[in-house]
DNA sequence: TGCCAGGCCGGGT
DNA sequence: ACCCGGCATGGC
């Protein structure tokens, strides 16, 4: 099987095996950006627990988190880890939206596609995950989330190179699917649904994998 | 109990 | 242009 069409099978039989995730999993764009941020390279648990203290303080706001003191923000956030450091991430971003477009989520989202992800990735503890995640999810963009399952993932499955750019990840799976934010969106949601059960970092836990049909024939499942 | 989690930055080479 | 240490909490 190509690439590109394993890509494709994958969908499927990820879908059948978890059906639709319906992510992201926030109730406003704005709580999606938030977690974006607070998610990077934290158990999502942890991030659920910050953006409840979030709310619970008042602060899911841009005009509220850019007035917050940030030692404060950061005791609010802490469950998420790294807290001083996203603190200070989510003011850069909340201080950006004031500045460049009068604190309004949707004058941002008014942008075109390849502008508002610079825009974003512009922002000072914004990398081109969260970007991404930004752009798909809370704008509903059709641009491909490329996380560190995505790539162990694929790695393993012979996709990619261990040295494979995320930039050159997101090209192979935008070309292999149709350009859809619902199924990109899907399809990231669905990687991390089989990363997170099957795909850990040490040992790949083959067994009962939705995908573990589209490995090859005694394909020994590299570690990376 | 150590390893890992839905990364990214900044300084050094 | 890479390489690497630092950032931090909670779950298993």
Redesign the pocket.
Known sequence: MRTEEKIRAFYGAMLAAYGPQG???ARTPFE?IV???L?????????E?AVANLDREGLLAPEALDAADAARL?QVI??????????K?LKNFVRMLAEDFGGDLDALFALPTAALRETV?F???????????IVL?AAGRPVF?V???TA?IFFRHGLIEA?T??EEIQDLAQSALAEDAKVFGEY??LL?AV??RH?????PLCEGCPLREFLEEGQPVAIG
Do not use: M
């Open positions: 992510w992201w999993p999606t977690g974006a941020i998610t990077q390279n934290t158990n999502w648990k942890n991030v627990r950061g802490r469950p998420a880890g790294y807290f001083r450091v996203k603190a991430r990735l922002v000072t503890g914004i990398g081109p995950e969260t970007a991404d995640s999810y989330v996380d560190a399952y162990r040295e750019t995320y990231h949601a991390v990363g997170k795909c850990k970092k040490q040992a």
